[in-house]
């Protein structure tokens, strides 16, 4: 689940929200069920061919981007036993509880946002900046 909600937040630099979630059953039958392993696994060849057909509603550099995290999530297991752990690691393993009632008072960036988009870089996931989602330039 987390895999393929970081997949579908990767989109935002080439879809919007209501695109990427119309394309959700698309995309989990392209990226295998967003089994990490089995992406983790795709060939030059799968890529190619994804790109090729134009099935992919996401550039070559998306999808690159998509079977890179999924090695790298990979990694992050093997260091910390899964990777709800690593995401939890950074609020203390407790949701953090905000008061905003209206969508719009949710800021695009926080600094809990920043600290894990450098890591999640630091560690040598792609397209999960902050900075470099459309929604964070609104």
């Known amino acids: 689940m987390l895999f393929e909600l970081l997949t579908l937040s990767q989109a935002l630099g080439e879809l919007t929200w209501p695109s990427i979630l119309s394309k959700r059953e698309e995309l989990r039958e392209i990226f295998c069920g967003f089994n990490l392993v089995l992406v983790s696994e795709f060939s030059e060849n799968k890529i190619n061919l994804l790109r090729s057909n134009g099935i992919v509603p996401l550039s070559e550099q998306k999808i690159r981007a998509v079977v890179t995290n999924a ?17 939890w690691s950074f609020v203390n393993h407790r949701p953090i ?16 946002a920043e600290a894990i ?6 560690r040598g996931f792609q397209f999960q ?9 609104k």
């Open 97 to 112: 509880a905000n008061g905003f009632r209206y969508a719009r008072q949710v800021p695009t960036k926080t600094p809990k």
């Open 117 to 122: 988009s450098k890591d999640l870089m630091r």
């Open 129 to 137: 900046a902050c900075s470099q989602h459309k929604a964070s330039e």
């Open 71 to 87: 090695k790298q999530i990979q990694k992050v297991v093997e260091e910390l036993g899964s990777f709800s752990n690593y995401c």
